[in-house]
C-alpha cells in the first residue's frame, strides 16, 4: 500500500469506493452553504420508496449512522460533500491511513519457543465436560415489542382458556 502510494487502508478505500458508486444515485435536495448542510434523497432501485436523510459535513454528522460509526463517509456525505465542492476522502477518520496501519505492526513481535522451554505451572488443568455440552435446542427470545394491539388478544385467549377448564 505504501510503495503504490496509497493513502488509505486497503478496507477503507474499497469501502469509500463502494460508496461512492452508491452516492450517484441520490439526489440533493435542500442545503445551506453556510452551515454545509444538507437533505440528500436515495432513490431506490428495488422500488421500496426512497428516504431522506440530513449530512452536517461541519460536524461529519449524517442521520443514518454510518459515517459516525465506521469513521468512513456514508454515500450520502460522499454526495453532499460533491455538491458543496469539497473532497470527500478528507473526511476518512486518520485511523484509516497507510501510515497508521503500518504504526500498526512496527511493534516488536518475540517468537514462542517450544513447550519444552515454557515455565512449569503450579497447578493442575482440570477438564470439566459439563462446563462444555451443549444444551438442547431452545427457543430465541423474540425481539418484537408488544403493543396495545397485542393485549386484547391475550385477554380473549386468556378468557376463552378459562372457560374451557
Known amino acids: 500500500m505504501i510503495n503504490a502510494n496509497q493513502k488509505w487502508a486497503d478496507y477503507a478505500f474499497r469501502l469509500f469506493e463502494a460508496r461512492q458508486a452508491e452516492a450517484v444515485q441520490h439526489i440533493i435536495q435542500k442545503f445551506d452553504y453556510n452551515q454545509q448542510s444538507a437533505s440528500v434523497i436515495t432513490l431506490s432501485t428495488t422500488g421500496q420508496g426512497s428516504r431522506t436523510y440530513v449530512v452536517k459535513l461541519r460536524q461529519q454528522l449524517c ?50 519457543y517450544g513447550e519444552e522451554y515454557w515455565d512449569p505451572v503450579h497447578f493442575e488443568l482440570v477438564h470439566n465436560p459439563t462446563k462444555r455440552t451443549r444444551r438442547g435446542p431452545s427457543r430465541h427470545a423474540t425481539t418484537r415489542i408488544q403493543n396495545e394491539m397485542d393485549r386484547p388478544q391475550r385477554r380473549a385467549r386468556q378468557q376463552y382458556q378459562a372457560r374451557q377448564s
Open 63 to 112: 442521520s443514518c449512522g454510518k459515517w459516525g460509526t465506521h469513521g468512513i463517509s456514508c454515500s450520502h456525505a460522499i454526495q453532499a460533500s460533491r455538491h458543496f465542492g469539497m473532497n470527500a476522502s478528507n473526511f476518512i477518520h486518520q485511523y484509516f491511513s497507510t501510515w497508521e496501519y503500518k504504526k500498526t505492526y512496527q511493534g516488536r513481535f518475540e517468537p514462542m
